[in-house]
């Protein structure tokens, strides 16, 4: 058809699109005016000019609505292929132009003609241009087309439908015995459209989705896709239920995996693997076709299975091993996606004989994967690292040989995660691990990993057998870095003063060097810690160059902040500050090294204490008790579930006062409940000082209660259990209009007791070097004990407790127990109320039971009483 | 690689593309803001090109989304789904796509041939996807759909130099190859 211009093309070269001018193409489009029309010419200037769009050339919109209009004259040819790509031209301008409109009734026309050629995709391009208003005045024929006999014209409505369902969802809806009648049509993609429309058309309905779901798995449909959907449907379902493999819906998606449609089977099996509550019993089907999958001649069935089967054995390893010879097979594979996989599996599932070999293999083809593998690699390795300690060599040095390789910031990052957390687990790896990473740090343009290996050499460097051969690197950064970097290097630097006396005078020499770097945080924490080294004291390196402050970050700003704005004669209190709650993770406690690192990218997040202490501050009742000490971590529930009010309590501990903090729901939607307090019977000398009620509490709506406590005279009397009783004023009200009576009525509802313990009144904090601290200090407040936990089964199970009940965070990882041991000494440290240090040493030793001596110090006797009295 | 399962959507196609063996765009549409611009979706595909044109591997995982692809002589064909999507599924598109386009260009599927009919290839990817919904995912309906005139030539009415062309081009594959 384009035979005429062939000629000139071929002067023009290969492409006869290459190099068109925009303006030149829309100069042609005044053709389209010439009477008559030449369908031939004007198709070929239309095709230019979907090439040029497509090409991502921007024309404005002035520009595209003259052609625009100048197009709207094509309608008058009855030729085909320029009507249709005319169709496609207003689609891709609709966006650009002005007054697209005009074309409504020519494309009304078209979708309602007798040319079926023509109709469904005017309807198409007819919906791209058309808004709510206007759909109303199409309404009628877009039915007719929903349940046209042809498949195209019916598609084509159909999807337009849902496309539309984003802006005119309250118009679509009327469309649903349209939609329910077009599901039973013969072709296999009406089905899949009418289907997809009546899912979205009753997605929020929950009852109708379930009744749809089982009405479409007895009658059996004809389409795969359909079929897809619907097995995404009923995993959905699953999902909002929480329902397991007792259900209809499973049976149905189990009943799939003998479908005769790949499509399907795969459907099915990647659905039964990502729910939830699947156990090794109904993976057994799923896993097995997919096991089949695997020998398929064809890649991609082969990367879907293998990619499935991956997922599986993350939870289920033992799921996978029956296809371990299958997968074998697939370690040479030619798509290199699916041999990474097949080998991160296998490493997954395998035994600790396979490693090496597997290693080996995947290190062949590392470089010709693409990040997102990699990092799937690098993933199984710390998995594998967790499994089988004992071949850190082999591993250790395949990361480090993906370290030295090309590659982007996520996956270096995972590798130096890997490695980190390799070194943490593992004694042995150490040394192997840190010299990889000072290796690494040579060559690291990344300012956020160099910062987080520098601090890691810190705190682990100073304790290996040779300290002194990391000096070096660190050095080489304080040169040749940026100043995040230098920075981040003094501090290691200064903690190998501060824990190496050997190397103090060699440290001394180097850090009087950074003394006159260009920046100023550089410079100003040599000097800091020049001066400190300089002291030869180890309270004063413990406390400031290797232990650093355990203040919540948001919280110093905002005590240092309102210091700033009333200035007193007293100066700045640093116990007056909230502590850093201690993170699950522990990588993220705040060094000072790494701060400056990700100050830049990310700012430190208000934690969830710094939230409370916000809340509580705002309640004039508690401004006279001082900041926020400590709430405890996870809410205490004080009503059995399903009950008709649902109270959760935390505790907020302060220097002197607990706040009990009452989250209450009211769960019956006939009543209003007015001034909500919750009573607390004390004894032990706590005392009520006040109740703060809570003046409303409508149905399904969470409010809070405030009732304050004095803390016992006596310092050692720190625990207690009370009687917790809600009281509030009823009001009966309509449960439709939530209108409630004049008339109410006190009522009182009896919840459970509130125990506080001596975890309540101690703040985790980590110590990153323990003998430091302690030491710091010193033997003045030292009481030892000695106890016999009867009832605990392993050591295991007595540190959990012992760390559970006193509120202290393990230090140098002394909460893992190394296997086959039978006696172990626990760190603990923490502050207690009133900001006084406390460090605990538990020795257990397993006997019988546990027996456990545990020697508390502290910087208040007080503290250590409690503390050391606690456990028993 | 932590994906939620599929939502139950008929929104499975992000993008189709074809480009020819320097990495060039053909022509590619996409159909949601995965890649907003012109620049990003660029960069994507070149991505895309460097990572499939020499192993002929049929599906890879790309910046957190699944591509799957075919090629002939001087040409690629690209469907890309997210990271979640049932990867058959895609597959099914791209293999309707490539034989459509291969009846229309009557199996010699190539870049020449695919520039001499660039008008039927626009309306065959409008018929196989609409606005990222699998339209019509059957090859053969979807040629009767997009219904462009074969202007059918038997051999002999072809010019001389006509016939030489094309004998040419195709021992210029043959030998390419």
Known sequence: MLKRDKKEEEEAGGNPFFNLEKTSVLQEARTFNDTPINPRKCCHILTKILYLLNQGEHIGTTEATETFFAMTKLFQSKDTTLRRMCYMVIKEMATISDDVIIVTSSL??????????????????????????????????????????????????????????????????????????????????????????????????????????????????????????????????LEEDDAGSDSPMFDFIESCLRHKSEMVIYEAAHAIVNMKHTGTKELAPAVSVLQLFLGSPKPTLRFAAVRTLNKVAMKHPSAVTACNLDLENLITDVNRSIATLAITTLLKTGSESSVDRLMKQISSFMSEISDEFKIVVVEAIKSLCMKFPRKHGVMMTFLSSMLREEGGFDYKKAIVDTIISIVEENPEAKEAGLAHLCEFIEDCEHTVLATRILHLLGREGPRTLNPAKYIRFIYNRVILENAAVRAAAVTALAKFGAHCQNLLPSIIVLLERSELDMDDEVRDRATLYLNILKEHQMALNSAFILNGLQVSIVGLERALHSYYQEPSETSFDMKSVPLATQPLTEQKASAPGEISGAKSSEKVAASRQDVYAEQLSSIPEFASIGPLFKSSSLPVELTEAETEYAVQCIKHTFANHIVLQFDCTNTLNDQFLEDVTVQVETNDGFEVLKYIPTPKLAYNVTS?????????????????????????????????????????????????????????????????????????????????????????????????????????????????VPEGKSSHTLYLAGVYRGGHDILARAKLAMGDGVTMQITVRSTDPHASEVIASAVG | MEVPPPEPSLYTVKAIAIMDNDGNRMIAKYYDDTFPTTKEQKAFEKNLFNKTHRANAEIIMLEGLTCVYRSNVDLFFYVIGSANENELILVSVLNAFYDAISQILRKNVEKRALLENLDATFLAMDEICDGGIILEADPMSVVQRVAIRMDDVPLGEQTVAQVIQSAKEQIKWSLLK
């Open chain 1, 108 to 237: 009304t026309k078209d979708m309602t003609g007798k040319e079926d050629q023509f109709r469904g995709p005017a309807i198409r391009a007819l919906t791209k241009i058309t808004d709510t208003t206007m759909l109303q005045s199409i309404e009628r024929y877009m039915k007719q087309a929903i349940v046209d006999k042809n498949a195209s014209v019916s598609s084509a409505a159909l999807t337009s439908s849902l496309h539309l369902m984003k802006t005119s969802h309250d118009v679509i809806k009327r469309w649903v015995n349209e939609a329910q009648e077009a599901v039973s049509s013969s072709d296999i993609m009406v089905q899949y459209h009418a289907l997809g429309l009546l899912y979205h058309i009753r997605k929020n309905d929950k009852l109708a989705v379930t009744k749809l779901v089982s009405k479409f798995t007895r009658h059996s449909l004809k389409s795969p896709y359909a079929y897809c959907l619907l097995i995404r449907i009923a995993c959905k379902l």
């Open chain 1, 704 to 816: 809070t209660t405030y009732t304050l406590l004095q803390l016992p005279e006596e310092p050692s009397q720190v625990t207690g259990t009370f009687t917790c009783t809600m009281k509030f004023v009823v009001k009966d009200c309509d449960p439709n209009t939530g209108e409630p009576d004049d008339e109410g009525y006190e009522d009182e509802y009896v919840l459970e007791d509130l125990e506080i313990a001596v975890g309540d009144h101690v703040q985790k904090v980590m110590k990153p070097n323990f003998g430091a601290s302690w030491d710091e200090i010193g033997p003045e407040n030292e009481l030892e004990d000695t106890y016999a936990l009867s009832n605990m089964k392993s050591l295991d199970e007595a540190i959990k407790n012992i760390k559970d009940y006193l509120g202290m965070q393990p230090c140098e990882r002394s909460d893992k």
